[in-house]
């Protein structure tokens, strides 16, 4: 009798572990790769490093940009992004669209929200570079996510110094 108890046991616990861990999948499906996303961001620069000194946004003349454009995922560690973003420059009572810039880009993804993308830089009014960004999920919704980034551009090109900046970016993936 106590032989068919310890065996109805052992059975038993064989059984819960089978269920849980059927259970456990069925609670977290494992995403499908390849994946394709998009976002909106709004992009604030904070100033510019060039060989004439350092120059603030927002003193003499404003810059914001709006990053939009699609990231395909490959695993959850990597995946491409191309972003596009038309600069707006307000200057003396006058706002004009300044230039755009597309802005391919491989993004390293890791645990807790974090990303990597280092980007390389075109933009129309001749410029070109690089800008590492560096990432983090801060809201994670069925549909969406919320996130910042920390952008490090750096320019070359079209007669001008080469130079420096550093801009936050506040935005939705979806």
């Not at 064989?14 to 998009?38: D, H, M, W």
């Not at 454009?69 to 596009?84: A, C, I, T, V, Y």
């Not at 802005?103 to 570079?129: E, K, N, S, W």
């Amino acid at each position: 009798m106590k032989t068919i108890r310890i065996k109805g046991a052992v059975l038993f616990l064989i059984l819960c572990l089978f269920f849980k861990n059927s259970f456990a999948q069925q609670e977290q499906p494992v995403p499908a790769y390849p994946r394709i996303t998009g976002f909106f961001a709004v992009l604030v620069p904070f100033g510019t490093f060039n060989d004439k000194g350092f120059t603030a946004n927002f003193t003499k003349s404003s810059v914001l940009g709006l990053p939009f454009g699609f990231n395909l995922l490959k695993s959850d560690h990597l995946g491409f992004s191309m972003e596009m973003v038309p600069f707006m420059l307000s200057q003396n009572g006058s706002t004009k669209m300044n230039y755009m810039l597309f802005h391919p880009g491989v993004m390293f993804r890791f645990p807790h929200g974090f990303t990597i993308t280092p980007r390389l830089a075109f933009q129309t009014d001749g410029r070109y570079g690089v800008t590492p960004v560096f990432g983090k999920v801060l809201i994670v919704k069925k549909d969406y996510q919320f996130f910042i980034s920390l952008s490090e551009p750096a320019r070359f090109g079209n007669n001008l110094p080469g130079s420096y900046t550093t801009a936050m970016q506040l935005g939705i993936s979806f």
